[in-house]
Nanobody, 121 residues
């Protein structure tokens, strides 16, 4: 069974930093794209950042220059370094991974359980 385990959320003051981690576990062939999404109370889940298996990254405009996504393919882990945090970054952050479980099959999307990030003003 494939699982995504997130860690690193918490409470921080505006201007502070946090680092989120998400590790993929289970018997798999490979992990393709990985990413982070977030959902604030009363709002829809939104894209934050993604990274391909070769390291190409993409960010939503509001976090560009403040957040950095990276991955360690050997550890099947994706990270999100969040700097200069703002109160509007407050949300539950979810990890996403496209996981290939068997050869000659298409990858499947998996999600973590979410980790709360709260930024106080």
């Amino acid at each position: 069974q494939v699982q995504l385990q997130e860690s690193g959320g918490g409470l921080v003051q505006a201007g502070g930093s946090l680092r989120l981690s998400c590790a993929v576990s289970g018997i798999i062939v490979s992990v393709n794209g990985m990413g982070w999404y977030r959902q604030a109370p009363g709002k829809q889940r939104e894209f934050v950042a993604t990274i391909t298996s070769s390291g190409t990254t993409n960010y939503r405009d509001s976090v560009e220059g403040r957040f950095t996504i990276s991955r360690d393919n050997a550890k099947k882990t994706v990270y999100l370094q969040m700097n200069s945090l703002k109160p509007e970054d407050t949300a539950v952050y979810y990890c996403n991974a496209e996981v290939k479980r068997k050869l000659f099959t298409s990858p499947t999307d998996y999600w973590g359980q979410g980790t709360q990030v709260t930024v106080s003003s």
